[in-house]
Protein backbone atom coordinates (compact mmCIF):
# COMPACT_ATOMS: atom_id res chain seq x y z
CA UNK A 1 0.00 0.00 0.00
CA UNK A 2 3.11 2.15 0.66
CA UNK A 3 4.54 2.05 -2.44
CA UNK A 4 0.86 2.80 -4.41
CA UNK A 5 0.83 5.79 -2.45
CA UNK A 6 4.27 6.91 -3.04
CA UNK A 7 3.87 6.22 -6.86
CA UNK A 8 0.57 7.95 -7.01
CA UNK A 9 2.20 11.16 -4.93
CA UNK A 10 5.62 10.95 -7.47
CA UNK A 11 3.08 10.73 -11.35
CA UNK A 12 1.41 13.88 -10.06
CA UNK A 13 1.50 16.74 -12.14
CA UNK A 14 0.86 20.53 -12.43
CA UNK A 15 -2.79 20.51 -13.13
CA UNK A 16 -3.17 18.23 -10.17
CA UNK A 17 -1.85 20.43 -7.77
CA UNK A 18 -3.47 23.22 -8.97
CA UNK A 19 -7.23 21.10 -8.81
CA UNK A 20 -6.41 20.19 -5.51
CA UNK A 21 -5.31 23.75 -4.37
CA UNK A 22 -8.07 25.38 -5.68
CA UNK A 23 -10.89 22.55 -4.00
CA UNK A 24 -9.14 23.17 -0.85
CA UNK A 25 -9.74 27.07 -1.56
CA UNK A 26 -13.45 26.04 -2.19
CA UNK A 27 -13.47 24.40 0.77
CA UNK A 28 -12.31 26.97 2.67
CA UNK A 29 -14.19 29.93 1.63
CA UNK A 30 -17.77 28.04 1.82
CA UNK A 31 -16.73 27.26 5.47
CA UNK A 32 -16.17 31.36 5.98
CA UNK A 33 -19.59 31.80 3.89
CA UNK A 34 -21.18 29.16 6.08
CA UNK A 35 -20.16 31.21 9.22
CA UNK A 36 -20.88 34.17 7.75
CA UNK A 37 -24.59 33.42 7.40
CA UNK A 38 -25.01 31.51 10.40
CA UNK A 39 -28.17 33.40 11.41
CA UNK A 40 -29.92 31.66 8.47
CA UNK A 41 -29.36 28.12 9.58
CA UNK A 42 -30.79 26.51 7.23
CA UNK A 43 -28.55 27.82 4.65
CA UNK A 44 -25.63 27.79 6.61
CA UNK A 45 -25.66 24.15 7.32
CA UNK A 46 -26.05 23.68 3.64
CA UNK A 47 -23.30 25.19 2.92
CA UNK A 48 -21.52 23.46 5.15
CA UNK A 49 -22.04 20.00 4.28
CA UNK A 50 -21.75 21.16 0.71
CA UNK A 51 -18.10 21.99 1.69
CA UNK A 52 -17.38 19.36 3.26
CA UNK A 53 -19.13 17.14 0.10
CA UNK A 54 -16.47 19.64 -2.29
CA UNK A 55 -13.55 18.36 -0.32
CA UNK A 56 -14.07 14.94 -0.27
CA UNK A 57 -15.28 14.39 -4.10
CA UNK A 58 -13.77 17.13 -5.74
CA UNK A 59 -10.42 15.70 -5.67
CA UNK A 60 -11.38 12.75 -7.03
CA UNK A 61 -14.24 13.16 -9.68
CA UNK A 62 -11.39 16.55 -11.13
CA UNK A 63 -9.00 14.00 -10.89
CA UNK A 64 -10.44 11.43 -12.89
CA UNK A 65 -12.29 13.73 -15.33
CA UNK A 66 -9.18 15.93 -15.73
CA UNK A 67 -7.38 13.14 -16.75
CA UNK A 68 -9.60 10.92 -18.79
CA UNK A 69 -9.31 14.82 -21.07
CA UNK A 70 -5.58 15.34 -20.50
CA UNK A 71 -4.59 12.26 -21.89
CA UNK A 72 -7.41 10.76 -23.93
CA UNK A 73 -6.31 7.76 -26.25
CA UNK A 74 -8.22 4.78 -28.07
CA UNK A 75 -7.13 1.19 -28.39
CA UNK A 76 -8.32 -0.90 -30.82
CA UNK A 77 -8.27 -4.96 -31.02
CA UNK A 78 -7.13 -5.53 -34.90
CA UNK A 79 -6.53 -9.12 -34.30
CA UNK A 80 -6.09 -12.30 -32.19
CA UNK A 81 -4.88 -15.51 -32.72
CA UNK A 82 -4.40 -18.18 -29.98
CA UNK A 83 -1.14 -20.42 -30.80
CA UNK A 84 -0.87 -24.03 -31.19
CA UNK A 85 2.14 -25.43 -30.63
CA UNK A 86 2.65 -23.25 -27.49
CA UNK A 87 0.60 -21.67 -24.82
CA UNK A 88 0.12 -18.41 -25.55
CA UNK A 89 -2.26 -15.67 -27.58
CA UNK A 90 -1.03 -13.29 -30.09
CA UNK A 91 -3.00 -9.85 -29.69
CA UNK A 92 -2.32 -7.37 -32.08
CA UNK A 93 -4.07 -3.55 -31.83
CA UNK A 94 -3.49 0.10 -32.56
CA UNK A 95 -2.97 3.21 -30.18
CA UNK A 96 -4.02 6.53 -31.34
CA UNK A 97 -3.07 9.33 -28.81
CA UNK A 98 -6.65 11.63 -29.44
CA UNK A 99 -5.17 14.31 -27.16
CA UNK A 100 -3.68 17.71 -27.49
CA UNK A 101 -0.34 16.53 -25.65
CA UNK A 102 2.11 13.99 -26.53
CA UNK A 103 2.59 11.04 -24.37
CA UNK A 104 5.97 10.35 -22.61
CA UNK A 105 4.81 6.80 -22.01
CA UNK A 106 1.56 4.57 -22.03
CA UNK A 107 1.21 1.10 -20.52
CA UNK A 108 -0.76 -0.97 -22.64
CA UNK A 109 -2.85 -3.86 -20.86
CA UNK A 110 -4.58 -6.73 -22.60
CA UNK A 111 -6.87 -8.69 -20.26
CA UNK A 112 -8.31 -12.15 -20.91
CA UNK A 113 -11.70 -13.38 -19.35
CA UNK A 114 -14.27 -16.24 -19.26
CA UNK A 115 -16.78 -16.05 -21.32
CA UNK A 116 -20.75 -17.84 -20.21
CA UNK A 117 -24.32 -18.46 -21.66
CA UNK A 118 -24.93 -16.62 -18.34
CA UNK A 119 -25.87 -12.75 -19.05
CA UNK A 120 -24.98 -12.29 -14.43
CA UNK A 121 -21.88 -13.81 -15.16
CA UNK A 122 -21.05 -12.05 -18.49
CA UNK A 123 -20.71 -8.51 -16.46
CA UNK A 124 -18.52 -10.17 -14.27
CA UNK A 125 -16.47 -11.78 -15.78
CA UNK A 126 -14.37 -8.85 -17.09
CA UNK A 127 -13.98 -7.39 -13.86
CA UNK A 128 -11.70 -10.62 -12.95
CA UNK A 129 -9.37 -11.46 -15.42
CA UNK A 130 -7.56 -14.80 -15.72
CA UNK A 131 -4.66 -13.85 -17.62
CA UNK A 132 -3.26 -9.76 -18.33
CA UNK A 133 -0.23 -9.00 -20.02
CA UNK A 134 1.53 -5.36 -20.07
CA UNK A 135 3.96 -3.68 -22.69
CA UNK A 136 5.18 -0.20 -22.48
CA UNK A 137 4.86 2.17 -25.34
CA UNK A 138 7.26 5.53 -25.20
CA UNK A 139 6.99 8.73 -26.64
CA UNK A 140 4.03 8.64 -28.81
CA UNK A 141 3.17 11.94 -30.50
CA UNK A 142 0.28 14.02 -31.00
CA UNK A 143 -2.71 12.47 -33.16
CA UNK A 144 -0.33 9.28 -33.67
CA UNK A 145 -1.53 5.91 -34.32
CA UNK A 146 0.84 3.21 -33.28
CA UNK A 147 0.32 -0.33 -34.04
CA UNK A 148 1.33 -2.61 -30.89
CA UNK A 149 1.68 -6.69 -30.51
CA UNK A 150 1.45 -8.75 -27.35
CA UNK A 151 2.21 -12.07 -26.48
CA UNK A 152 -0.33 -13.20 -23.73
CA UNK A 153 1.63 -16.49 -22.13
CA UNK A 154 1.14 -18.36 -20.53
CA UNK A 155 -2.36 -18.98 -21.80
CA UNK A 156 -4.37 -22.53 -21.17
CA UNK A 157 -7.38 -21.84 -21.31
CA UNK A 158 -9.49 -24.08 -23.81
CA UNK A 159 -12.93 -22.86 -23.60
CA UNK A 160 -14.05 -19.76 -24.95
CA UNK A 161 -12.46 -16.41 -23.67
CA UNK A 162 -12.56 -12.99 -24.55
CA UNK A 163 -9.76 -10.24 -24.86
CA UNK A 164 -10.12 -6.73 -23.58
CA UNK A 165 -7.42 -3.73 -24.33
CA UNK A 166 -7.01 -0.78 -22.40
CA UNK A 167 -4.48 1.90 -22.20
CA UNK A 168 -3.04 4.08 -19.58
CA UNK A 169 -1.13 7.31 -20.91
CA UNK A 170 0.99 9.70 -19.44
Known sequence: MKEKLTAFIHNLIL???ILFGSVFVLFILFIILGIVVRRKVGLSIFLVLFSFALLFLGPTLGYIKMHEYLFKNSVNLTSQMKLNFTQAVVVKGTLTNESKFD?????????AYKVSGN???DLIFPFNPFVNMSILESDVL??????FKIIVE??????DYNISLGANCK
Not at 142 to 147: A, D, F, I, L, V
Request: hydrophobic content about 30%.
Open 119 to 121: AIK
Open 142 to 147: RGETRE
Open 15 to 17: YDY
Open 154 to 159: PFSYAK
Open 103 to 111: FQSCVITAN
